[in-house]
């Protein structure tokens, strides 16, 4: 494929907020006839979605439509009908098993496809080890293929596009995964909720941080020999986790293999993670399906049973698209929206608490009182209800109680991602 690496696919994570204007824009009275919003829609999918100035732009083009209802009935499943009609025309993968190169010029983004390419029951994306100068995909690859297949779930191995410690979350590699993403539900019919990470060693690595950072698009993770970034005291012990993992883990089964006596990922790291998460737990609760597995003999290889021993123990789960609870703690720029909560520039290594209390259709947020400007709560029929009073409080202050008021503008972003548990008909900004 020759997509240049500044237009990947349109991601899951387009900011829903009304952009600052110079001017204000002149308001629609009406949504766009058929053919304007054939032209709306194909401007919002060639934007690029991990840039700043495309977000900007995305919010641009929706504003004229802010102050109209989002639709309801046979508009909302035309409008519905044409947003899924203009995702799926966007590129797709390849549609067999096979290894392939995402750029052609220059030569990068080497993957290899496999497993069940029609209508699988989910999608593996599986994440090679190594580190400086070692990349290669074909390792997770033959590691995992059969087991993922077994589950007739199609797989993708990507191989970072630079082999560096931190390969998995440089910038590039982590917007383009991202993007393998979308475009795997698109071309193979994946579930939304069926979407699955894993690696050994640096792909360890990788599950813990990438399926942080996105929990909100994963069913679960499973790392294995590797472990996310520690922070260390001046003595040597170990402080505790690189931000942006541990709060972010709240909602997102995991199970992390380590065996003691590796000799190349030893198991401190892992062990202090896992304390971590115990932490978390009692601090915030949550974190259930958590599993910190421990073994003694298997050095630096994967336990009993291989890979399926892995994947049978997250092959069960399903993706809470809409959590009650949610800890957020943003570490990536344009990582600008986590389940329900949408940040167009969020404040790094902020941490925020939100917490939806169906009974009195309320929803408490807390910071880390160094304050949360631009940060939105999103809101659908399915997190709160929409036809009464809504109450929204920061740090114990009520600053919103009214009915919320639906905008075709979020309904229409949100629904650009084809993915029903990301959808959302209304949007409160918080005070500044």
Known sequence: MATPLGALPLLLTLSLA?????????????????????????????????????????????????????????????????????????????????????????????????????????????????????????????????????????????????????????????????????????????????????????????????????????????????????????????????????????????????????????????QAAARDVERARTRWDGYEDFEYWEVSDRGHGFPEGGTDALLDRIDGFTRQPRPAKITWQPTVPWKTRFYWLDWPEPRMDALVLAEVDAEANAIAITTDGFGVEGLSVLLSPELIDLEKEVSITVDGEEVYKEIPTTSWAVFVQSALSCDPGRRFEARVELPR
């Open 18 to 270: 009304t952009a600052p204007l110079s001017q204000e824009p002149e308001l629609a009275d009406k949504p766009p006839a058929s053919r304007e919003q054939r032209a709306l829609l194909e401007e919002l999918f060639a934007l690029d979605p991990v840039s700043l100035e495309g977000q900007a732009k995305s919010r641009t083009v929706l504003a004229p439509y802010g102050g109209l209802p989002a639709p309801t009935g046979t508009k909302r499943k035309k409008l519905l009908a044409a947003i899924e009609k203009a995702w799926r025309a966007q590129e797709p993968l390849p549609k067999k098993a096979g290894e392939y190169w995402y750029w052609d010029e220059p030569r990068k983004g080497r993957y290899f496809v496999s497993g069940k390419v029609k209508k699988p029951k989910g999608l593996f994306i599986g994440l090679h080890g190594g580190g400086v100068g070692s990349a290669d995909a074909s390792g997770a690859h033959g590691a995992f293929r059969t087991a993922a297949a077994k589950r007739d779930w199609v797989a993708i191995f990507p191989q970072a596009i630079e082999a560096t410690e931190r390969g998995w979350v440089d910038a590039g590699t982590e917007e383009w995964i991202v993007g393998l993403i979308d475009q795997a539900r698109r071309t193979y019919g994946v579930p939304a909720d069926k979407v699955f990470i894993g690696g050994h060693s640096m792909g360890g690595f990788g599950s813990w941080t990438l399926g942080a950072h996105h929990a909100d698009l994963f069913a679960a993770a499973v790392p294995s020999a590797g472990a996310p970034s520690p922070i260390y005291n001046r003595d040597g012990s170990i402080y505790g986790m690189e931000t942006g993992v541990i709060p972010n883990l709240r909602n997102l089964p995991m199970c992390v293999f380590q065996s003691t006596d590796d000799p190349r990922v030893p198991p401190d790291v892992n």
